[in-house]
Nanobody, 124 residues
Framework: QVQLVESGGGLVQAGGSLRLSCVASGRTFSRFAMGWFRQAPGKEREFVGVITWSGGTTYYADSVKGRFTISRDNAKNTVYLQMNSLKPEDTAVYYC?????????????????WGEGTQVTVSS
């Protein structure tokens, strides 16, 4: 089992930045690829980005590419989502997820463990 706890959400003005953190406990963190997803009110959960276990490869949704950056610190069992140039349409609950796949990709079904999410609200 892996427990994931997100933090760092909040209210920010458009154009601002936030950094989300996700701390993992339980099984060896470095063996998991880590993804970020988000879900806005009335919408389905959507993929934001993913980072491989080593941190050597990242992949992002087109909607956040160039604005969001995922990184990880395996010594701290933590994955980060740096969000810059935030837009009101980025408003959502953000979830981190862990996968035993080498590169789980975009689908939520490929992820084995989920956090409970942290709210990000971007005002215009």
């Amino acid at each position: 089992q892996v427990q994931l706890v997100e933090s760092g959400g909040g209210l920010v003005q458009a154009g601002g930045s936030l950094r989300l953190s996700c701390v993992a406990s339980g099984r060896t963190f470095s063996r998991f690829a880590m993804g970020w997803f988000r879900q806005a009110p009335g919408k389905e959960r959507e993929f934001v980005g993913v980072i491989t276990w080593s941190g050597g490869t990242t992949y992002y949704a087109d909607s956040v590419k160039g604005r969001f950056t995922i990184s990880r610190d395996n010594a701290k069992n933590t994955v980060y989502l740096q969000m810059n140039s935030l837009k009101p349409e980025d408003t959502a609950v953000y979830y981190c997820a862990a996968s035993t796949s080498i590169f789980p990709g975009l689908t939520s079904a490929a992820y084995d463990y989920w956090g409970e999410g942290t709210q990000v609200t971007v005002s215009s």
